[in-house]
């Protein structure tokens, strides 16, 4: 089985998450997680106006992707139903079933509140609560052939994937 573990930026999304996956799984970071995994394989942020913001990401050493051409970041091959304003973390999803993915482990996908860093500065934007409900149906439709998805993030609102606590995932 090949387990890639996608680090979002929810409220409940830490350090500690971070490294219980270490060695454990294979790591996609999503936007800002990657300050809390600097050590993963891949950041995937769909945001040109972070990517602008988050100028230091460029130097994050794994591979880099956006959905949208950004100079230093490969451009995402976008499978259906992706498109460009789908959110980063279900590209870093589809980015793990491209790389052969059998199980994804959800991990600070709260899709709901703020971020586990506190709300974005100016002139970045917050997430408003119906475009939560957005993201949780594009994950919805999202169907990943021969992948276990399961999610790992107590509380969550994105409620299409069944739950699990991170060590019985792991296990």
């Not at 050493?61 to 992706?82: D, N, Q, W, Y």
């Amino acid at each position: 089985m090949t387990t890639f573990a996608i680090l979002a930026t929810g409220p409940s999304m830490s350090k500690d998450i971070a490294d219980a996956v270490r060695g454990r799984a294979r790591v996609i970071a999503v936007s800002d997680a990657y300050r809390l995994a600097p050590w993963a394989e891949a950041l995937v942020s769909n945001d040109k106006a972070w990517w602008a913001a988050h100028p230091d990401a460029l130097a994050f050493a794994g591979r880099k992707f956006s959905g949208i051409k950004v100079p230093g970041c490969e451009t995402m091959r976008r499978t259906p139903p992706l498109r460009s304003g789908s959110n980063s973390g279900l590209m870093a999803c589809d980015l793990a079933t491209q790389w052969g993915a059998t199980q994804i482990l959800l991990l600070g996908f709260d899709m709901q509140g703020s971020h586990f860093f506190g709300a974005h500065l100016e002139p970045l934007k917050n997430t408003a609560p119906e475009r939560f409900a957005g993201f949780c149906a594009q994950f919805a439709k999202w169907k990943p052939l021969g992948v276990r998805v399961l999610n790992c993030t107590p509380g969550s609102a994105l409620r299409c994937f069944p739950f699990t606590n991170l060590e019985a995932a792991l296990c």
